[in-house]
């Protein structure tokens, strides 16, 4: 059977590595193959053009380079590890995926979408989330959580809040808009808090996708009842 992708999307300190540890903890717990991995990167070649994206020197960088950039990362990451991984049956959490072109070099950058959503049908070949978890949470809150854990800033990290605003509201657009595979996590609460929602959020997604295997825990249920 075709495994699960997850992506989690939303903007700086947002939580979304943790997530995704705790995401993959769990479900490893259940038994399944599970892959974590992160954009851009995620691959020896995307891992190398995260470097270009965003590592020193590139302050120059044109936001056309920048879309085709990650798109290209993208496409390394979905032909090489995302698409065989699923393939096999994995469940694949990714710490953000697409949506962070439309929300960050569409509404950020302000690249028209049309032409952002057309490198993306490239780069994906097509391929969507099951599901996608946006941690949502106030700008500031955000940016001042990663000052607090003294992450390392990259040149997008440190653009201004009014940058930081338009991709937060462009994400929950995006998510309002598709609420069938979006759900909105409000991240500003405790880790507990946040890592709660998310599990009833994935337990109801992976319910709606795989029937049967909820279907068979119902049975083994009656039949212990
Ligand atoms: P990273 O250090 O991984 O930050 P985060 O923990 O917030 O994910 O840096 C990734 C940066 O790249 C982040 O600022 C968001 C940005 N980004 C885009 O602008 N477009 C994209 O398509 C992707 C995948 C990331």
Same mark, same amino acid.
């Given at each position: 059977?075709?495994g =699960? @992708? =997850? /992506?989690?999307?939303? %903007?700086?300190?947002?939580g979304k590595?943790t =997530?995704a540890?705790?995401?993959a903890?769990s479900?490893? $717990?259940? $038994?399944?193959d599970?892959?974590v991995t992160?954009?851009?990167?995620?691959t020896e =070649?995307?891992e190398?053009?995260? *470097?270009?994206?965003l590592?020193a020197?590139?302050? $120059?960088m044109?936001?056309?380079?920048?879309?085709?950039? @990650?798109a290209?990362?993208r496409? #390394?990451?979905?032909?090489?590890?995302?698409?065989?991984?699923?393939d096999r $049956?994995? @469940?694949?959490?990714?710490?953000r995926f697409? !949506?962070?072109?439309i /929300?960050?070099q569409a /509404?950020?950058r302000? +690249?028209?979408?049309?032409?952002?959503a /057309?490198v #993306?049908?490239?780069a %994906?070949?097509g391929l969507?989330p099951?599901?996608?978890l946006?941690?949502?949470?106030? +700008?500031? +809150?955000?940016? #001042?959580?990663?000052?607090a854990?003294?992450?390392?800033s990259?040149r997008?990290? %440190?653009?201004?809040?009014? @940058?930081?605003?338009r991709v937060?509201?462009?994400?929950?657009?995006?998510?309002?808009a598709?609420?069938?595979?979006?759900r909105i996590?409000d991240?500003?609460g405790t880790?507990?808090e &946040?890592w709660? !929602?998310?599990?009833?959020? &994935? %337990?109801v997604a992976i319910?709606?996708?795989?029937p049967?295997e909820?279907? &068979?825990?119902?049975?083994?249920?009656? *039949?212990?009842s």
């Amino acid at each position: 059977m075709r495994g =699960i @992708f =997850i /992506a989690l999307e939303g %903007t700086e300190g947002s939580g979304k590595s943790t =997530i995704a540890k705790r995401l993959a903890e769990s479900f490893r $717990g259940q $038994g399944r193959d599970v892959i974590v991995t992160r954009e851009p990167g995620g691959t020896e =070649i995307g891992e190398r053009i995260r *470097r270009v994206l965003l590592g020193a020197g590139s302050s $120059g960088m044109l936001a056309e380079t920048e879309l085709l950039l @990650f798109a290209a990362a993208r496409a #390394q990451h979905v032909g090489e590890l995302i698409r065989p991984a699923l393939d096999r $049956g994995s @469940f694949v959490i990714a710490d953000r995926f697409s !949506d962070s072109s439309i /929300a960050y070099q569409a /509404a950020g950058r302000g +690249v028209p979408i049309q032409s952002v959503a /057309a490198v #993306q049908r490239i780069a %994906t070949d097509g391929l969507e989330p099951d599901l996608k978890l946006l941690l949502d949470l106030p +700008v500031a +809150v955000g940016l #001042q959580r990663r000052l607090a854990f003294g992450n390392e800033s990259n040149r997008i990290d %440190t653009e201004a809040l009014r @940058f930081h605003t338009r991709v937060r509201n462009a994400y929950l657009s995006l998510a309002v808009a598709e609420p069938q595979r979006w759900r909105i996590i409000d991240a500003s609460g405790t880790e507990a808090e &946040v890592w709660k !929602d998310v599990q009833e959020s &994935v %337990t109801v997604a992976i319910r709606v996708k795989r029937p049967d295997e909820f279907s &068979v825990c119902q049975d083994d249920h009656r *039949r212990l009842s």
